[in-house]
């Protein structure tokens, strides 16, 4: 779906997740969500606490499974995602604090391999993701699914890529000081949602997005394996659609 502009987009994106979010209340059951950081969904927080406010939508029933964190990483950090969803969206917004759940960059080594099959466990618990936004970064990654991942992969430590390091330094103050390492949802967890949102805006994006919705599926881009989905959807603006 292509839009004239990232604020239609946004506005878009998050009236999709509210009539879920309804929809689920109306039934009395809860929603679970695979939510993801960057630049490109901030939009659709913004008016997703603009909902909550001026709308009356209730978060009382979502439930939470943030995509990545960098490796290592402290949560109060200023480029830590923990952060970044505290700031962007959960202090806005009325979900209970234990249906929040971000993969932790602040344990020791020897028990991330647990953490990343807990959380595994965790959003199995729940019923599984209904709906996860996704954003793209220039290498093709999902969450932080870099070149090489394939649709086997479940949450797991991984290596940054080059180009993401490189789109990150200014985060950083210098590239030497982004994390060479993070905790992602792999492949085969995103895969598993019964519906997928994949958001990109900018001619920055372009090349990548045409890469992965017109080439054949390929590990050199994971975004690619979304093709494989029954219920997977790229919101583009006109800039990131330039390429199709
Ligand atoms: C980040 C995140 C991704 C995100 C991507 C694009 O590093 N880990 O989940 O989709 O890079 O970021 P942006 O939206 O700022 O272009």
């Known amino acids: 779906r292509i839009f004239d502009n990232p604020a239609q987009l946004a506005r878009e994106v998050a ?14 059951r809860p929603v679970v969500l ?4 960057g630049s490109t969904p901030i939009g659709v927080y913004q008016e ?19 995509l990545d964190e960098y490796y290592p990483m402290q949560p109060d950090s200023l480029q830590s995602y923990h952060r970044f969803m505290r700031e962007n969206l959960f202090d806005h917004i009325n979900i209970p604090a234990e249906n929040i759940h971000i993969p932790r960059g602040d344990l020791p080594p020897e ?13 199995r618990r729940a019923g599984g993701l209904d ?8 290498s093709g990654h999902i969450g932080f699914n870099e070149p ?10 991984v290596v940054l890529d080059e180009i993401t390091r490189k789109d990150a330094a200014s985060d950083f103050f210098g590239e030497e000081n982004v994390p ?6 792999g492949i085969g967890t995103i895969l598993e949602a019964r519906e997928i949102i994949l958001m990109a805006t900018g001619e920055h994006k372009a090349p ?37």
Not at 15 to 28: F, H, M, N, S, Y
Not at 34 to 37: A, D, I, R
Not at 152 to 157: A, D, G, K, P, S
């Open 148 to 157: 090489g991942s394939g649709p086997e992969t479940r949450t797991r430590l």
């Open 48 to 66: 997703l606490v603009r909902l909550h406010r001026q709308e009356g939508l209730d978060f009382s029933n979502v439930i939470t499974f943030n």
């Open 34 to 37: 695979g939510l993801p950081t």
């Open 180 to 185: 060479r390492h993070a905790i992602t949802m």
């Open 131 to 138: 709906l996860v936004l996704l954003g793209i970064g220039r």
């Open 111 to 123: 028990e991330i391999e647990a953490h990343c099959q807990a959380y595994e466990a965790e959003i």
């Open 15 to 28: 009236r999709r997740i509210a009539t879920l979010i309804r929809k689920r209340q109306a039934e009395g």
């Open 208 to 244: 990548i997005v045409r890469r992965a919705v017109e080439e054949p599926p390929d590990r050199q881009v994971p975004a690619s394996f979304l093709q494989t989905h029954p219920n997977a959807t790229f919101y583009l603006d006109r800039a990131a659609a330039s390429e199709l």
